[in-house]
């Protein structure tokens, strides 16, 4: 879902998709709901509120025009208006399928460690108060027509934190190979990270808000309460790794350094990617499969981003 450049095409599978969608809707099960959150649906349904409008304003056009090539422009922009939406279905329920895959695991967790329960129930609720900021922070960007898959790619990064924050210790307890980076990530890291997402947020290729400064300030505020929410959460697993046995506090310290890896990678290409986007960007961010090494020596995608803007021949290289 994370890289969706080639829309044209996208459009017309996504088209095709909804029509599956709605057909065996009937059909499906409804998922349980894990989280003590609303989904992202019901949280911002104003988004679907206006997709149903643009494409009730556009069938009046094609009804009741007599202009050919005015029926013939609503005609293309409804058929892109409905792949979006089978865009914004599919992303939304593959996003409660990650959901509730990570929340089995955590159950699984919780069983297998069932001394520490209230340790690791504790710490997800500081991870949902992190979730819950992470989206009041996206919800801020203004991404046009790409805006709910922005919404719902950011939600998936927070979920892959909370996965790895605990996923290998889970395959440790099942006597499973548990696989951790070399390089220790501090908070040092994060801090400087953080420092420029901060500071890229005035910049007008990243946010259309700052051609507001009121409103470009109060993105700096989300993502300050953003960062808040993350330290809590990282400061409460200090406190969870104490009270564990050695060995287990061992794998968990690993866990954390991983969920440090992740997040630092996430801060750095600062939340691009995560809908549609142009080619210039897709080639700019830092793969998912990065080295360390390019991890650490990446400057933050708006540093990236300005320098090929004065060279549109040059991209960045990951070894």
């Given amino acids: 879902m994370k890289n969706m450049k080639d829309y044209g095409l996208a459009t017309l599978l996504a088209t095709l998709m909804l029509a599956s969608l709605f057909g065996c809707a009937n059909d499906r099960k409804p998922e349980k709901e894990v989280f003590k959150d609303t989904s992202p ?3 911002h349904e104003e988004i679907w509120e206006d997709v149903e409008k643009r ?3 556009l069938w009046a056009i094609i009804c ?8 013939e422009r609503a005609e293309d922009m409804l058929y892109e208006t409905v ?3 089978a865009w914004y279905m599919l992303a939304e329920k593959d996003y409660e399928k990650y959901k509730n895959c990570v929340e089995e695991e955590f159950q699984h967790l919780v069983e297998a460690l069932p001394d520490y329960k209230n340790l690791f129930l504790n710490e997800k609720e500081k991870w949902e108060n992190y ?3 992470v989206q009041a922070m996206i919800s801020l960007e203004d991404h046009g027509s790409s805006g709910y898959l922005n919404i719902i790619g950011a939600l998936d990064q927070s979920l892959d934190l909370w996965s790895a924050s605990f996923h290998n210790l889970l395959l440790y307890k099942q006597n499973q190979k548990a696989s951790f980076p070399h390089t220790k990530f501090t908070s040092q890291m994060i801090d400087d990270a953080y420092k420029a997402f901060f500071n890229a947020a005035l910049e007008k290729w990243y946010n259309p808000y700052t051609a507001d400064l009121e409103k470009g300030l109060e993105y700096q505020a989300v993502v300050s309460n953003e960062r808040k929410m ?4 990282m400061g ?3 406190t969870v790794a104490k009270a564990l046995p050695k060995d287990l506090s061992k794998i968990y310290n690993g866990c954390t350094n991983l969920t440090m890896r992740t997040k630092l990678h996430q801060l750095k290409n600062q939340n691009a990617g995560l809908g549609l986007m142009s080619d210039d960007v897709s080639d700019c961010l830092l793969p998912d499969s990065c080295s360390d090494k390019a991890l650490l020596e990446y400057p933050g995608l708006n540093v990236v981003l300005e320098k090929h803007s004065e060279d549109l021949n040059w991209y960045p290289a990951f070894d």
């Fill in 55 to 57: 494409k009730d304003s």
């Fill in 236 to 238: 409460y697993r200090e």
């Fill in 83 to 85: 792949g979006l939406e």
């Fill in 230 to 233: 993350w330290d809590e959460w």
């Fill in 41 to 43: 649906r019901q949280k």
């Fill in 131 to 133: 979730h819950d900021a």
């Fill in 64 to 71: 009741e025009s007599t202009d050919e090539i005015e029926v």
